[in-house]
């Protein structure tokens, strides 16, 4: 079974804070992904990579950057940390040639910031 | 990429009973996907249906996609407490890794 990891389950972190999301698959996909969940608002990608060191912003990239220094981990970084941030975070895989893929979540990050 | 939108945005049935949820959708597609989410946790893939195929089963669900109409439909049938969830459809158009686009999806609540 396709496992994705994400490191932290519930963070409570200050404003300004530098804060590092980390997420791991063991399934060797190319892909990667970066959504953040909000009630009324559903699912909204953040950043997705294709491959090692490779990133494309997706529709909310501001306030994020993000790392792929080997295939099977994917970083999320909030540089300054703002309540409005303060959202589910999810981790997601799939294999390559598109997402005509199935595409395999992590259980998510429940982000705080105070 | 584009985005489904899920309807309806809730639904309460009585354990036994089937639940239809609907997604529409804007431009041709390559396939459609259907994922579940339990409260608080991660997205888990039901089922793809590819343009070319009208219905897919997979044990209590079942799939129909009309093209013609861009919709699909997800059928729940016998429907069980542990099905319990909002329910998210993903079309796909091609074009790249480019992440798949989430609704806001059908929140399903069986009744006992």
């Known amino acids: 079974d396709v496992k994705v990891t994400q490191s932290s389950r519930y963070l409570v972190k200050r404003t300004g804070e530098k804060v590092f999301l980390e997420c791991v698959q063991d399934m060797d996909h190319e892909n990667m992904f970066w959504y953040r969940?909000?009630?009324?608002?559903g699912l909204r990608l953040i950043y997705f990579s294709y491959d090692v060191k490779m990133k494309e912003k997706g529709d909310i990239p501001e306030g994020y950057s993000v790392s792929r220094e080997k295939k099977e981990r994917f970083s999320l970084i909030l540089e300054s940390?703002?309540?409005?941030?303060?959202?589910?975070?999810?981790c997601a895989s799939s294999l390559p040639g598109g997402t005509g893929n199935t595409i395999y979540f992590g259980e998510g990050s429940w982000l705080t910031v105070v | 990429s584009q985005q489904g939108e899920e309807d309806p945005q809730a639904l309460s049935i009585q354990e036994g009973e089937n639940a239809t949820m609907n997604c529409s959708y804007k431009t041709s597609i390559n396939n459609l996907q259907w994922y579940r989410q339990n409260s608080g946790r991660g997205l888990v893939h039901l089922i793809l249906i590819r343009s070319n195929e009208r219905e897919k089963h997979s044990g209590?669900?079942?799939?129909t996609l009309d093209t013609s109409k861009k919709s699909s439909s997800l059928l729940i049938t016998a429907s069980r407490a542990a099905d319990t969830a909002s329910y998210f459809c993903a079309p796909y158009s091609g074009g790249g890794a480019d992440g798949l686009t989430f609704g806001k999806g059908t929140h399903l609540i069986i009744q006992p």
């Open chain 1, 37 to 41: 969940q909000d009630p009324g608002l």
């Open chain 1, 81 to 90: 940390a703002s309540t409005n941030q303060t959202s589910m975070y999810l």
């Open chain 2, 60 to 63: 209590r669900l079942r799939v």
